[in-house]
């Protein structure tokens, strides 16, 4: 169906060819860098700060914040996509890669469930956070993440819209049954590619 | 906080996804910045208080642009409203408040989001606080709860920077003098005419203090406005005392310079 003519709406920025390619249907880029979140912004201290790896996992990993910022890191740009329509081209993060995390896990689990601090979940098929493409993040453009962005630490999974990638990260639960996760059963489509538009439930 | 507990139920696949053609019956100017947009929606499923939809825009030239906004509207309006604010660089929303005319068609599709929102059956007390447009949201609540003649005790704490920049003042003092239980707070944070009975600086701690009730009362809490003003007011309610899993927030954009 022919989408109906809205008259007199025009386009008001011409076209970045370069950019055009980047940027995913329905997305708007953005020089700022907004901030979306259910609730109040957490602040743990990063003294009683851990992140643990659980669930399908025959011994549960967990580091402090100081174990934690001693494994390799990795510093990256890559473009990001809020479902709520606005694109940020080439952002710059540091983070540990989720398979250093992993690295000689033997598991069963195909989902993983992010869990964090004030309540959040997200779930992810677990081949989406791994070879190389998922991090916990804590720099954005070489200084550490400010809270309201999801600091101390967050997941960051620029491949799918940017609800996946959740602030203030805690825990990643390793599971061989998928759980929809807080926007997942709020509305929002369960995996969520920008690419293939999955917004919403139905898309 | 569980993830879904105590949302109330999220739209069906078929809502949000499908692309439904509106045409603007009506178009407002509520402030200098703000006009709010009624239109006639073609098999709209309805929504709950609270809720937003995506516009989406064609040219001519088949160039398309879409964007989310908050509904304005109740649900019991029948009719679905936005009031959108214009920001000068943008491309869509100097379109809805300046140009878009009753007869013209754009497309929408939701209600989206199952998470800030507020049904009368959620119970109270309600405290709603909102930073500029931020308060869109929350005046489909207020009239949701009116439309229903809901006694459910409400406050609102509205902050704009002058008194010509509040949304819905006329309605909302209208809501307030129905002595039904709901309470009308405001701040202006610029200037403030004469006669100004109202709060005159930014929302803060103490603001808070004597406009929410006491946390042992477990007030149902909507924040809405920009980044900025929602951190300072969500901090300020946790730092008295609030439970953290009680305020439900809604951050927008445009953030400025200093959120990145």
């Known amino acids: ?203 | 906080m569980s993830s879904a507990t105590g949302a109330t139920e999220a739209p069906g696949p078929r809502g949000a996804a499908t692309w439904r053609s509106a045409e603007l019956v009506e178009r407002r100017g509520e402030t200098p910045n703000a006009s709010t947009l009624t239109f006639d929606v073609s098999g709209w499923p309805g929504h709950h208080a609270g809720q937003h939809l995506d516009v989406r825009l064609t040219a001519e030239d088949g160039y398309q642009a879409q964007r989310s906004y908050s509904i304005a509207s109740a649900p019991e309006d029948g009719r679905v409203a936005l009031t959108v604010e214009r920001f000068e660089e943008g491309e869509v929303s100097p379109y809805l408040v300046d140009e878009m005319q009753p007869g013209d068609v754009l497309e929408l599709r939701g209600p989206i989001g199952g998470w800030f929102v507020w049904h009368i059956a959620d119970g109270g007390p309600l405290l709603l606080v909102a930073g500029g447009s931020g308060v869109v949201p929350l005046r489909a609540m207020l009239r949701h709860r009116h439309a229903n003649a809901s006694h459910v005790p409400a406050r609102l704490l509205v902050s704009a920077r002058r008194a010509e920049d509040l949304l819905y003042s006329a309605e909302l003092a209208e809501l307030a003098e129905a002595d039904d239980g709901f309470e009308l707070l405001a701040t202006l944070t610029r200037e403030a005419p004469a006669g100004w009975t109202g709060f005159t600086r930014r929302i803060d701690r103490e603001m808070l203090e004597e406009v929410a009730w006491s946390p042992r009362e477990l007030a149902r809490t909507f924040v809405c406005g920009p980044t900025a003003f929602v951190e300072a007011a969500a901090d300020a309610l946790v730092g008295l005392g609030h439970d953290p899993a009680l305020i439900k927030t809604e951050r927008f954009g445009p953030t400025g310079g200093s959120e990145t």
Not at chain 1, 24 to 37: A, E, K, R
Not at chain 1, 106 to 117: I, R, S
Not at chain 1, 137 to 143: K, M, P, Q, S, Y
């Open chain 1, 1 to 203: 169906m022919t989408p109906p003519i809205s008259r007199g709406f025009r386009r008001r920025h011409a076209a970045d060819a370069e950019q055009a390619d980047r940027v995913p249907p329905g997305q708007y880029v953005v020089t700022d860098f907004p901030v979306l979140s259910a609730g109040p912004t957490p602040r743990t201290p990063l003294e009683e700060w851990s992140l643990e790896i659980s669930g399908e996992i025959d011994a549960p990993r967990r580091w402090t914040w100081e174990e934690f910022r001693a494994l390799p890191t990795e510093t990256f740009a890559t473009d990001i996509h809020c479902v709520t329509k606005w694109s940020k081209l080439g952002t710059s993060w540091t983070g540990v890669s989720v398979d250093t995390l992993l690295d000689g896990v033997e598991t069963e689990a195909e989902f993983v469930l992010g869990v964090c601090d004030g309540g959040y979940d997200t779930n992810l098929p677990l081949d989406d956070v791994t070879g190389g493409k998922a991090w916990i993040a804590f720099d954005f453009d070489g200084v550490p993440l400010e809270p309201q962005h999801g600091g101390p630490a967050r997941l960051l999974v620029p491949h799918l819209y940017f609800w996946k990638s959740a602030k203030w990260i805690r825990q990643l639960v390793l599971m061989k049954d998928d759980q929809p996760g807080f926007w997942e059963s709020n509305g929002y489509h369960n995996y969520g590619d920008p690419w293939r538009e999955q917004r919403y439930w139905g898309d």
